[in-house]
């Protein structure tokens, strides 16, 4: 349960993160760094990340931005898949 309630923080702090960024870039005033956005996708908050950046449009055109968020959520995958493998075999 408290795993839930963390990965739900975390992905609404990773779209609120890109939110107040686009919100920044329009306002021309100084931005969300990037290594933060990324820090919090790698945290757990891909999802949000994900949603967010294809929602509000903000940093999809963006390299190597975009290539890091998409490995980051490739190797969560693999993580997940090996977890739930390593799982099943174990029963």
Do not use: C
């Not at 963390?6 to 990037?34: H, M, Q, S, T």
């Not at 820090?39 to 903000?58: D, E, P, T, V, Y």
């Amino acid at each position: 349960m408290l795993a839930l309630v963390y990965l739900v923080v975390v992905n609404v702090a990773a779209f609120a993160a890109f939110a107040r960024d686009k919100r920044l870039a329009i306002e021309g005033r100084r931005r969300v760094p990037e290594d933060r956005l990324l820090a919090l996708a790698f945290l757990g908050g891909s999802i949000g990340a994900k949603i967010a950046q294809m929602s509000l449009r903000h940093k999809i055109r963006k390299e190597p931005f975009r290539q890091q968020l998409n490995g980051i959520i490739s190797v969560q995958l693999v993580a997940l898949a090996a977890a739930f493998a390593i799982a099943y075999l174990a029963r």
